[in-house]
């Protein structure tokens, strides 16, 4: 039985006002960033506010023409979407511009179109269509293999550009196989392969292998202890097995980063560590966007008058560090404003997700939650100095056609989809 709700059905308010809230809020930032002198508004192509509202206007018709489009449709075309979006990432490979050392994009006159940004939304459905088949079980190692291919390849493609941190948003794709049944202890591999590749990184292979050999140690006494296997019995201990792996895993992180890695890149992992001085060209960044987001205090210096705006301290202020304007203008209650409002969504979205009776939009909308919280998570610690600087937008609200355009695909597709289950009662 079909219930009517109007042309676009019943699409979820709060977390289209959150949508609207987080793209004027970051034009504001951008304007600001970019016209600090101007009493008013000029619009000019050659300014990136007035590219940006460009790219909005843009938005809205994507929005327009996904809210018309029935929500069954996304999971008929996955497949097309998902190969097109592979396409693009091989055509970057082949005839992609190199910017700011990643061969990222692809250049059509004048127009510049970043396609690891679609990649995204196209590996979401991918992932949700492979999931929901019947008879998958990620308790079973049968299950995993081509999901997980259909996840990664992508990230794969994205790494030969190569663009780190686009790349690093794909990890996002295990928290939605945990959700929908992957054994918990990947969870715990995957945080116990980040602490030793911080060990690798910080030590000597010597410190990281005596650490590993205490660790496995340990273990094996606590097991003594309480399960009393005798000492024949501790070679085949899975302790023994997961201390090699732990590492092989080290030493194939330290070969990455000494083969693999930019040298930019590697002085940005070596700041964080604390291994050279902040005051370093690639530290200079992170060190005013601190200054920045510290001198606006508790309700900010104003908008449009922040010092640091102004005369442009900031490398990338209006893409990667855009809330460092929100610091310094907005102060503490505009940054507390602006987490809250992606909080929300994010939350808003995972709601959403969790009520969806088929389960295709239920694990896309898991999906586009996951990539959210990774990109939010990442672009915030990295300019307050938390991780190290590896360049991805804050979604919504830096500066960039391909990041809004996909992001807003990404979220009305999901959106769409659940205005169609409030139509079917």
């Not at 497949?79 to 190199?98: D, F, H, Q, R, S």
């Not at 948003?169 to 196989?177: D, N, P, Q, R, S």
Request: hydrophobic share 55%; charged share 10%; proline share 3%.
């Amino acid at each position: 039985m079909q219930r009517k709700s109007g042309w676009f059905g019943k699409v979820d308010g709060l977390s289209l006002g959150f949508y609207l809230f987080l793209v004027v809020f970051g034009w504001m930032n951008i304007y600001a960033t970019v016209n600090p002198a101007l009493d008013g508004f000029g619009w000019d192509w050659n300014n990136e506010a007035g590219r940006q509202l460009f790219f909005i206007g843009l938005s809205l018709l994507l929005i327009l023409v996904v809210l018309l489009s029935d929500g069954r449709l996304y999971e008929v075309i996955t497949p097309a979407i998902y190969i097109a979006t592979l396409l693009l990432l091989l055509a970057v490979l082949a005839v992609g511009k190199e910017v700011g050392g990643n061969k990222s994009w692809l250049v059509i006159g004048s127009f510049g179109l970043q396609p690891s940004e679609f990649a995204k939304m196209g590996t979401a459905l991918m992932v949700a269509k492979l999931l929901s088949q019947r008879n998958v079980d990620l308790r079973r190692w049968r299950s995993r293999w081509i999901p997980a291919m259909g996840a990664f390849f992508p990230m794969l493609l994205i790494l030969l550009q190569p663009d780190t941190g686009s790349a690093l948003v794909f990890f996002g794709f295990l928290l939605v196989f945990y959700r929908e049944g992957l054994p918990g202890y990947f969870i715990f591999i995957g945080l116990g392969a980040i602490v030793v590749s911080v060990l690798a990184l910080a030590f000597t292979s010597t410190t990281v292998l005596v650490v590993i050999s205490l660790a496995v140690l340990l273990a094996l006494l606590y097991d003594r202890l309480h399960r009393r296997i005798t000492w024949r019995t501790f070679i085949r201990h899975p302790a023994i097995w997961y201390g090699i792996l732990a590492f092989a895993w080290g030493l194939a992180v330290n070969q990455v980063f000494n083969t693999i890695l930019q040298p930019h890149q590697k002085l940005r992992v070596q700041l964080l560590l604390g291994q050279v001085d902040q005051p370093s060209a690639a530290g200079y960044q992170t060190a005013q966007s601190l200054i920045a987001i510290g001198s606006g205090g508790f309700i900010g210096k104003g908008f449009a008058h922040g010092t640091q705006t102004k005369l442009n301290f900031v490398p990338a202020q209006t893409t990667d560090y855009i809330f460092c304007t929100v610091g310094e203008e907005w102060g503490f209650l505009g940054s507390f404003i602006v987490l809250f409002a992606f909080a929300g969504l994010i939350w808003r979205i995972l709601f959403l997700a969790e009520r969806q009776k088929e389960a295709f939009s239920r694990i896309y909308g898991f999906g586009i939650a996951a990539i959210l919280l990774i990109h939010f998570i990442v672009n915030i610690g990295m300019t307050l100095g938390l991780v190290p600087v590896i360049g991805i937008p804050l979604p919504f609200f830096s500066y960039g056609g391909s990041s809004l355009w996909a992001f807003t695909l990404m979220l009305f597709v999901f959106l769409r989809m659940d205005a169609h289950r409030w139509q079917t009662l």
